[in-house]
């Protein structure tokens, strides 16, 4: 009897190690953002590990990442982050063994929550009529990338929508948190959800991340979930973004994600993060005139230097605190375009954040992704 119990329950931990597998999920997401990587190859740029070129996504592979994160705008400007661009980019990743999580904007350009502003072929639908151009843009782009043999294994329906998206329709928070925009905001996530489920068949599954930009703040990111789910929505997955410049401490992330593993039922991702290795910039043989976000002492995080050595202890040390949410719900994190160095024709500001020097040359710090 008591052999049987053993089998019984070894049995239990085998199907319950599996179904991150079944659903087509590592145990721990380690996942990079990597939206600019196709207009950085194309303007000339090149990555280098030893002095030697190499493909980024090998070197993020070698390192220990298996996800890309990609987003999607509906009519951007230039023709990249287009589902054109995101479908090649999303064959590389997949043919080098990455999941793929899709990131809709649901806009033309960037959505966060400072805009959230509707695609201009939307502008001036009536609200019937854009919940059914969401659903239907959301299938076609999902069942275009499954045809392709590029489904993904995850959709983000919106990026940092905590004031909500596609305005004014779907704004929450201030003279909009009423009752009637957050059944409006929460029919328009439901029309996105809808076109994610209604391209797939009964063997597949592809799990739905709602992302907000709350990582430290939990009376905010409470606020937000509570509302949220009193709708009704249905998904898998809280997406948070974490940068200590506005989202506070470890210890505020720490407390946000142990309240909120025991407060809802669902598994959590820090899907946007990034540190910098220093506070220098450089006006890269004239081109990169784009200021750096982080420049400033205060942008730091109290005992992480601006250095190759901090940049790696702060990732060391967040990838920790992720594993050790309670319930085994923190499932991961994406570090936001670790690849966005400065090239000649488009600058970034974001590259004394990136994993890669000025030149190109993967920096120490990316081995906080390896597995331990």
């Not at 145990?27 to 939206?35: C, H, N, P, T």
């Not at 190859?41 to 190499?54: A, H, I, N």
């Not at 072929?121 to 499954?146: E, G, H």
Request: with cysteine; glycine share 8%; proline share 3%.
């Amino acid at each position: 009897m008591k052999k049987t119990r053993l089998v019984i329950f070894a049995f239990i931990i085998l199907i319950t190690t599996n179904c991150f597998a079944q659903n087509n999920q590592p145990a721990f997401i380690k996942g990079a953002d990597v939206s600019f990587l196709a207009e950085i190859e194309d303007m000339g740029g090149t990555f280098y590990e030893d002095s030697t070129s190499k493909d980024a996504l090998d070197i993020f592979k070698a390192h220990g990442f298996n996800y890309v994160r990609l987003k999607i705008w509906h009519t951007p400007r230039k023709s990249y982050n287009n589902l054109e661009k995101v479908l090649l980019m999303a064959q590389r990743a997949k043919a080098k063994g990455f999941r793929f999580l899709l990131n809709f904007h649901y806009s033309d350009w960037w959505a966060d929550p400072q805009k959230q502003i509707k695609p201009a072929a939307w502008k001036d639908l009536i609200f019937d009529v854009l919940k059914d151009s969401v659903a239907q843009y959301t299938r076609n782009v999902v069942t275009t990338l499954k045809r392709n043999n590029t489904l993904p294994d995850m959709v983000q329906i919106g990026n940092e929508i905590t004031p909500g998206m596609l305005w004014d329709d779907g704004k929450v928070g201030g003279e909009f948190d009423t009752e009637e925009h957050w059944r409006k905001f929460a029919e328009l996530i439901n029309s996105g959800i809808t076109g994610v489920q209604s391209s797939l068949d009964s063997t597949e599954k592809v799990q739905i991340m709602v992302h907000i930009d709350r990582g430290g703040d939990n009376q905010g990111t409470r606020w937000f979930f509570d509302n949220l789910l009193a709708q009704g929505v249905k998904f898998d997955i809280i997406g948070l973004s974490y940068y200590p410049k506005w989202h506070g401490t470890f210890d505020d992330l720490k407390k946000n994600l142990h309240d909120i593993s025991s407060r809802y039922p669902h598994d959590i991702v820090v899907v946007e993060t990034g540190y910098p290795w220093t506070l220098e910039w450089t006006e890269r043989e004239g081109f990169d005139r784009d200021r750096n976000i982080f420049g400033q002492q205060s942008d730091l995080h109290p005992g992480y230097a601006a250095s190759v050595a901090g940049q790696k202890a702060f990732l060391q040390d967040l990838i920790r605190i992720i594993k050790e949410t309670p319930n085994q719900k923190g499932r991961g994190l994406f570090y936001w375009e670790p690849e966005w160095i400065s090239v000649n024709g488009l600058g970034s500001h974001w590259e004394n954040v990136a994993l890669f020097n000025f030149k190109g040359e993967a920096l120490e710090s990316i081995k906080a992704f390896e597995d331990k």
